[in-house]
């Protein structure tokens, strides 16, 4: 189709509105050929979207939260040489979602694949239950973030006034004003979020150099033993390789998130080239800023004992007390790191009502017609980032009465996230076994019934391979995911990521059967 004829179909269509001199040739044909309208201004180009994508995962600000399991699970040999095994993996899940999103570049992401993807017999049902496990995936990620961040607050709080009361009604107050802060910004300054994004992003990484160096000069208590040869279980599980691949999940979860640029698609230019590089440069870039992250950590620590028993809660920072000597240094080093994670939660904010809206949009929620509405004035879902944001809220009532409970709801994002993974990488795998490839045309992203056609990111002919082990990897890990860190068995130490994940799962095929097959077609074309 010629430029000029493909505009005119555009024109007819509204596709090319909002802010249409913004859209280039690709642009253009990709929203063609998913038959989907341009409702969402596109503010982002590589450098912010991947800003945006760095400061989403926050990979070493995450693993520094998250030491504590890998300290009692397989120690430091758990964190330093288990990196490499997670970080493959999830290199190879990323190499695999990359190629769909450069077929595909579109809001809706995993569930829209499934649908292109899935055998016909499957596809409306296995895309439905697709939409609802990735919506509550990222949602529940969303919200354990504003939770971890609220909770490090208190941690400092307790590092500086020991005689400080925890409570966790403050936690969840803490949690509603980091959500107004967030929604403002992702409704009224809009615009500003690009430049915001590209600020966390510079300071993502300047703050690792301003707070490794301290560590390096300050903390060099641990012996090059300790760091890579000492290995710890102290989880109650006899097995050790148990309790090594339980120490695995702060590597696993630090990097993983990272289809979250994916869901503002809509919103990026040249959107099927620029999707891809973002998803890959942001897996290695924050991969390797963790995994050095965790060597300073380690060679910081004096008393291991001291740091997993601190009353903060969090040993990251009686790693930086003990680094530095000092409590106002901790205190200044780790709310580095919540400044960034406060921002993380900007784009989050947005990547997770971005996918909801695309959800609704395609009529997979309930009242879809009222959540799929687009602001006419700022371009942008306001209905579904309410709905997010008020979903963060009502759950963070939890906590106030039972901080387990809302751990069991939380305990669901990772598990979910990989599962929604896996499923289209599973279809396309099957797909492209049985049917023939070819590569696309400039700007071309469109996969048929007897072919695929790939977009200009393509793993060619490693792709099989690449999207094996990518399986391989997510399906040894997925298991572990759903074990207790530590026995004997109490609500306390439960791990309720595997029943909350099946009460998801059911909860989608009621819904299916209730209402989705009415409801839901799969991903909708808003013109031909």
């Known amino acids: 189709m010629s430029e000029k004829a493909l505009d005119h179909v555009l024109v007819t269509a509204g596709v090319e509105s909002p802010d249409s ?52 699970a397989g120690g430091p040999v758990a964190l330093v040489w288990g990196f490499f095994l997670t970080g493959s993996g999830t290199l190879a899940l990323a190499a695999s979602i990359a190629e769909m999103a450069s077929m595909c570049p579109i809001s809706g992401a995993q569930y829209h694949w499934t649908y292109i993807f899935a055998p016909p017999k499957w596809r409306i049902p296995v895309t439905f239950v697709q939409g609802w496990v990735t919506v509550f995936a990222w ?56 430049a915001t994004e590209l600020f966390a992003g510079i300071c993502h990484v300047l703050f690792f150099v301003a707070v490794s160096v301290p560590m390096l000069v300050l903390g060099r208590n641990a012996s090059p033993d300790l760091v890579f040869k000492t290995y ?55 991969g390797t800023l963790a995994w050095l992250f965790v060597l300073v950590s380690l060679y910081s620590i004096s008393s291991i004992d001291d740091a997993l028993g601190t009353p903060t809660g969090f040993p990251i ?44 949009r395609d009529k997979g929620l309930p009242f879809s017609d009222f959540f799929a509405h687009v602001d006419g004035h700022y371009h942008i879902p306001t209905r579904a980032i309410s709905l997010v944001a008020v979903v963060v809220v009502l759950l963070s009532f ?8 809302l751990s069991a709801i939380l305990s669901l994002s990772t598990i979910s996230l990989y599962l929604s993974y896996i499923i289209p990488i599973a279809c396309l795998l099957l797909k492209r076994l049985r049917v023939s490839t070819r590569r696309a045309a400039p700007g071309q992203a469109f996969v048929g019934e007897d ?47 595997g029943p909350v994940l099946g009460l998801v799962l059911l909860f989608a095929a009621v819904d299916y059967h209730v209402r ?5 077609h799969g991903p909708r074309r808003e013109f031909d």
């Not at 793993?459 to 990897?473: D, E, I, K, M, S």
């Not at 989705?516 to 839901?520: D, I, L, Q, W």
């Open 21 to 72: 001199a913004s859209l280039d040739m690709e642009d253009k044909a990709v929203m063609a050929q998913m038959g989907k309208k341009q409702q969402l201004a596109r503010r982002f180009n590589f450098v912010t979207s991947l800003a945006l994508s760095a400061t989403l995962l926050s990979s070493w600000e995450a693993i520094a939260s998250a030491l504590g399991v890998s300290l009692y």
């Open 451 to 497: 072919a695929i056609v790939f977009g200009p990111f393509s793993l060619g002919r490693f792709g099989v391979l690449v999207n094996l082990y990518a399986l391989c990897y997510a399906c040894v890990m997925v298991p572990f995911l759903t074990l207790p860190t530590v026995l004997p068995l109490t609500k306390e130490t439960m791990n309720y990521a």
């Open 139 to 194: 949602q529940a990620t969303l919200t354990s973030v504003y939770f971890l961040i609220a909770t490090q607050i208190q941690g400092l709080a307790i590092l500086n006034w020991p005689d400080y009361g925890y409570e966790r009604w403050h936690s969840t107050l803490m949690m509603w004003a980091i959500v107004a802060i967030t929604f403002a910004i992702n409704v009224w300054g809009i615009k500003l979020l690009p």
């Open 232 to 286: 710890i279980n102290q989880t109650g599980w006899s097995n050790d390789g148990v309790a090594f691949f339980i120490g695995l999940l702060p590597c696993v979860w630090c990097i993983v998130g990272f289809d979250g640029a994916i869901h503002l698609s809509e919103e990026t230019t040249k959107s099927a080239t620029t999707i891809p590089k973002v998803i890959m440069t942001t897996v290695v870039l924050n």
């Open 398 to 405: 939890i906590n106030i009465g039972s901080s387990v409970a």
């Open 317 to 360: 920072i009686e790693i930086l007390r003990q680094a530095t000597g000092s409590a106002a240094a901790a205190t200044l080093m780790e709310t580095a790191m919540l400044a960034v994670g406060i921002a993380a939660l900007m784009g989050t904010l947005a990547s997770v009502s971005r996918l909801t809206w695309a959800f609704a």
């Open 516 to 520: 989705g097959k009415r409801k839901f």
